[in-house]
């Protein structure tokens, strides 16, 4: 009984290590955002803004929910070039326009519709509604598809990235922080503090 469990545990284990390599090739960021008010260690996107190797930006759609009469979420990163699709999910009619970079008005349309724009140039992008002047959110179109959201404990964590040397680049809406340089190494995540101050 006790050679047979043994072998289990043991036959486990080869899989669990085989299974390994692919992961620990690769490296982690697991960071704290922390700011002088509790509620604004939220939202900050911490992205790659320089890497041991060039990562392409990729095509992806990501949707801007409008529910609630709040844009969620209301800090969104993506790549320069990926599409987001704004959703109304919401009774009520919404817009969508911004007055930064191309300066667009997507229209004003009612629940269950959506409408997409591709962001073709990085820059932040604050998204508006003229039927509610109090929504805002952020779409902040990056150079790199490598970024995260810090969330409301401050957490937030970069994967897959190749062992090296980066420059970090940190946005938030309120706060701002100093470029941050860091090395990645392969299997354990590593720490990452960051300290965000009046910009
Ligand atoms: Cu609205």
Redesign the pocket.
């Known amino acids: 009984m006790l050679i047979r469990l043994l072998t289990l545990i043991s036959l486990l284990l080869c899989s669990v290590i085989t299974s390994l390599p692919a992961v620990a090739d690769t490296g982690s960021i697991a960071g704290t955002v922390a700011a002088p008010i509790p509620k604004h260690r939220a939202g900050a996107i911490v992205y790659v803004k320089q890497g041991p190797v060039a990562v392409p930006l990729g095509q992806k759609t990501v949707t801007l929910d409008?529910k609630g009469?709040v844009f969620t979420p209301r800090i969104l990163p993506i790549a320069k070039g990926w599409t987001v699709e704004f959703l109304n999910s919401d009774p009520v009619a919404?817009?969508v326009y911004t007055i930064d970079g191309e300066k667009y008005d997507l229209g004003t349309w009612p629940q269950g519709q959506k409408k997409t724009h591709v962001f073709a140039k990085s820059g932040v992008y604050r998204q508006l509604?003229k039927?509610?002047d109090d929504?805002i959110s952020y779409v902040v179109v990056l150079d790199t598809p490598q970024f995260a959201v810090s969330d409301k404990d401050g957490k937030f964590a970069l994967s897959g990235l190749a062992p090296g040397s980066y420059t970090l680049g940190v946005w938030h809406e309120k706060l701002g922080a100093a470029d941050l340089s860091v090395t990645v190494t392969a299997g354990a995540p590593t720490a990452l503090p960051v300290v965000l101050k009046a910009k």
Do not use: F, T
């Open positions: 409008q009469l919404h817009n509604c039927v509610h929504m």
